[in-house]
């Protein structure tokens, strides 16, 4: 279970677009990533620590932390993706789902972006079994969330203090 007074503070917005799926120029959603974050940094009271952005489409994301790890990942749900294959690589067996599959590769990217390395597939295959939205594995914690119907969203963290205090 999430321990309670770890969790980091992460927040999401979707850019001004005719819908959703609509693509947006990088530089517009990097500089929207970063314009969330720092505001996530100001009403969260923690100007400094570790901190993520992430962006997708018309959605951008930020994650900020007091202490320890965090990485964060969205991805928009592209009609004819093939997600399933996606994750099929990265835990060497198949997603039981498409959802399953998002969250496997949402999880790939927040947990690089957190940890500085990447998931084995025996840890890629822990997070494809369905424990709900919110859980504990392997010493950090974990956060999935089905934005807009659209995009899933990633949250890693760990509070060790002993990592180093900035995510990659």
Known sequence: MVQPGRSPRYS??????????????????SAAAEELLQSLRSEAELPEGPSSKAHSRALVAAAVAASGRVGIDVEFHAPG????????????????DEATAYR???????????????????????????????RSVGGFDVLHSLVESDFTLTVVWSADTRSSSRAP
Do not use: H
Not at 12 to 29: I, K, M, N, T, Y
Not at 106 to 120: C, H, I, S
């Open 12 to 29: 999401f917005s979707l850019l001004p677009s005719d819908f959703a799926g609509a693509r947006v120029a990088r530089a517009l959603q």
């Open 81 to 96: 993706r093939r997600i399933r294959d996606v994750a099929r690589w990265l835990m060497g067996a198949e997603a039981p």
């Open 104 to 134: 496997v590769f949402t999880f790939y990217e927040a947990y690089f972006k957190a940890l500085g390395a990447f998931p084995t597939p025996e840890l890629m295959r822990e997070i494809a079994r369905d424990e709900g939205d919110r």
